[in-house]
């Protein structure tokens, strides 16, 4: 059967990877200064961080709404058995809201909540894609994607607090003091919302060595197939601290690695690395 995997911007899959796998991406919006924008489209990561550095205010984003699934739905719908839509999780964006009742028009399109934002919705994406290839029908292959979600681990450590407080997610006092004490906070998703976990002290590297080998070490609950690797601006030298980390507590047999999107960048800032990776 021929069937079409949609999902939105915020996966942060590599342009590679949703090429070869014939993904379609819909793309949420990014507010710069009022100024409308799509996210990967006409505004890219880098572009917001260099708004923000020279004074700017921060940018923030805004679901995909009704009408533009509708035109993906009603475009790709059309040419095939089926279509999927991967959604970045109800928890964070109304996205989910919407694409569900945009596919009350279709009746061959389904429609996933994630329960996850970036790698985490990309990985269910690939996931889908693979499935595609054997599933009889788009009720099984939607079955079969949503048996992951609560299989899926998202985690990451952030440099420095000045976007989340700057975006309300923690007090500008909060973000004050962790940054004297070079305080990196670990945010994990759970149940599909974001939480702090553990706090890491130290040079950027150190901290994330630590972030590293504290999520892999002695676990033997990982499917160690692929890990993705994703970060927003992070030195060299501390990237490479956590490829090594990787291989040192890990097992993976690929470790796919990915630049987080204008989402991740809007809120999180440079600085911020995370890595997601399939439960068994």
Known sequence: MNFKILTDSTCDLPKALVEENKIT?????????GEEFKDGVTITPSEIFAHVAAGGSLCSTSAVSVGEYQDFFGKYSQGCDGVLQICIGSGFSASYQNACLAAQDYPNVRVIDSQNLTLGQGFLALKACEFAKTAQSLDQL???????????????????LDYLAKGGRCSSVAALGANLLSLKPCIELVNNKLTVGKKYRGSLSKCLASYIRDRLSGREDIDTDCVFLVQTIVPEESYQAVVEAIHTFGSFRQIQEATAGCTVSCHCGPGTLGIIFLRK
């Open 142 to 160: 939607a079955q079969q994607v949503e048996a992951l979600v609560g299989l899926v681990e998202t985690s990451f450590v952030v440099d420095k």
């Open 25 to 33: 991406l819909v793309p949420l919006t990014v507010v710069k200064d």
